[in-house]
Structures are given as C-alpha cells and as structure tokens.
C-alpha cells in the first residue's frame, strides 16, 4: 500500500500534549560511511532531500537569477551612491517578503499537519508589538535587511574598485564553479563557530536571546535576530575579501544566508500541496536547539561537531533528560 504523503501520522508520532515528531532519530552528518563508499557519497550529496536538493539548488538559482537581471554593473557601483544603494536594498527586501512570505501564508493553511508545536504563533509580551509575527518582521526589515544590503554593497563596490581579489568566470570558470560550489560548506563552519560565540553568557543575554524569545518558531523567526547578531551572522562574505573570488560566489554567500533560515524555521516538517506533493520545510534539530538552547548548535550537515563536543541532541528522551541537566544552573536561558 502506498503511504498517503500528506498524512504526518506516517512520519512521525504525536505525544499526549500534540507535539509532533519525526519517527526515529536525528542522524550525524556527514555519515562516516561515505567516505569508503563512492555510491552512498553521492547519493548523500544528490539524493532528494539531501545537501543540494532542493535548497540549497534553489538558493543557488535565485542568486544566479538575481545576479543576472537584478543587481546593477560593477562599473555603476564603483561609487556609492544613493540610487543602486536603496535598489540593493529594496530588491533584498521584496525578495524576502515574497520568500518568507509564500512560506508562512501557505503554512498557515495547513494548520497542525507536520507542525512540531501544536499552539500558534505566539501572542506576548515578550515580543514587540506582543505579536511574535511582527516582532519578527520588524527585525527582518529592520536589521536584518540593512545588515545583509551593507555587506553586499560594501563588498560589491570594493571588487569594482579592485580593492579585493577579482577572478573572472570567463577566465577562470572551473576555480568560480569550485568556489560557488564551496559556499554552503563555508556557512556551515561560519555558522557554527558564530553560534557558538553567541551562547557565550554576556554575548547571549545581549544579543542571541533576541532570537531565543522564539521557542515556537515561524518562518519569520529565521531572521529574528539583534543587530549585533546579524553583523556576525553575515560576515562570512567577508572571507571573499581574502580569498579571491567571483562577485557572484560572494552575492551567493550572502544570499544563501538570508534564504536558508526560512525553511530552517518554519516549525513545520514538511509544507504539503492538495495534489499529494510534500516538500521537506522542517529543521527538526534546529527545532530542539529553539525548544532547549544548550545543543544543536551546528546545521543539520554538520552535526558531527555536536556530536564530537557531547552537544547533540537525536531527538530522543534520554537525550532531553541529559540537556534538562544540563540547563539547570543556567538561569540565563529561562
Ligand atoms: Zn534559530
Ligand atoms: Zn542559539
């Protein structure tokens, strides 16, 4: 019998207080045995979900879209200047909107279907406006959007300037692709490294517990974070200041950092179409680091470094009995 794919029954269980979750436990990647099995290698980086399918293929595409018929030549932003500046910033902005957007409207209609947390989106006084959705939309606006167009701008104009190291894609176009390819990787280490820094005590309770406050995350969630965090967060373009590079695979490192926290933080394991389609929407490591602060720091790909500092949790009972210990004595997080 084939199993009904929009039925979350069939991918997971639901506990007496309807919290959903995925049947099994979360796995350690890079799993060690494709590193003696060239089959199971690249099924890891092609399969469907996998590494590249489909996010990180999407974040790619619209870069490359974007870069193409959206972003001004390099010899336009050779000085600053107010019209190509608010263009960056507001081509950001309607991507993002329209990005996330499609995100948390579509899962508003699947109501508790693949949902982690059965309640709503949060109504309190811990967010701004004490709506937890337009608190987060205004630091996505607000911080998120300007920090992400600075960077851009800023090293957009530096490469039409020849003040930073510019290989070109004609000249050089096995070196670009290598690069473009490498880019999801970089934010793995960056993100992890970053993450960690920000649950250092002063560092959390100045700026990370911004983003903490969404323990019943949403799609807008993604980018809910203070100004400080986002200056950190993506920073990682800046090693394309060093290292030399296309404009374009540093255009990706920045874009893929504002388009992955959205699926990353929609709460919900997979969005599902009326005509039996289901895409994977969910992050449910991601989820337990919302949901009990002091594990998963890393992304999903490299939960090897969890695992590695005796930080990862696989989603199962004994796991949370051990982080429950753990949080005890740190008052901060509560
Ligand atoms: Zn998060
Ligand atoms: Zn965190």
């Known amino acids: 019998m084939i199993k009904d794919k929009l039925n979350d029954e069939n991918y997971g269980i639901r506990d007496k207080r309807g919290h959903w979750k995925p049947f099994g436990t979360i796995s350690i990647n890079p799993p060690r045995e494709i590193f003696y099995n060239p089959i199971k290698l690249f099924k890891y980086f092609f399969k469907f979900p996998g590494i590249f399918f489909p996010w990180t293929f999407v974040f790619g595409a619209i870069t490359v879209a974007t870069y193409l018929f959206l972003t001004p030549s390099l010899e336009t932003m050779k000085t600053f200047e107010v019209g190509w500046i608010s263009y960056i910033f507001f081509r950001n902005a309607a991507i993002i909107l329209v990005w996330t957007g499609f995100f948390h409207l579509k899962l508003k209609t699947q109501g508790t279907s693949f949902k982690y947390n059965p309640r709503p989106l949060e109504k309190h006084k811990k967010f701004l406006f004490n709506d937890q959705t337009k608190d987060n939309l205004f630091y996505t606006f607000c911080s998120a959007i300007p920090f992400w167009t600075a960077y851009e701008v800023v090293t957009f104009w530096a490469f039409a300037n020849q003040l930073i190291p510019y290989v070109s894609w004609e000249i050089y176009p096995i070196y670009c692709c290598f690069m473009f390819f490498l880019v999801p990787f970089i934010r793995d280490a960056h993100f992890y490294l970053t993450h960690r820094l920000l649950h250092w005590g002063p560092l959390y309770k100045i700026a ?45 490192h920045v874009f893929h950092a504002g388009l992955a926290p959205t699926p990353g ?70």
């Open 208 to 252: 990370h517990k911004v983003h903490h406050r969404n323990t019943n995350t949403g799609a807008w969630s993604g980018m809910s974070m203070h100004p400080i965090e986002h200056i950190l967060y993506f920073s990682g373009i800046l090693i394309h200041w060093v290292i030399p590079s296309h404009p374009l695979v540093a255009m990706y």
């Open 265 to 334: 933080h929609t709460g919900y394991e997979k969005m599902t179409f009326k005509n039996g389609v289901a895409i994977p929407t969910g992050d449910y490591m991601h989820y337990i680091h919302h949901k009990y602060f002091e594990c998963n720091y890393s992304g999903g790909n490299t939960s090897f470094l969890d695992k590695l500092m005796g930080t990862f949790h696989d989603g199962s009972e004994e796991a949370t009995k051990e982080v429950m210990a753990r949080i005890k004595d740190k008052a901060h997080y509560l």
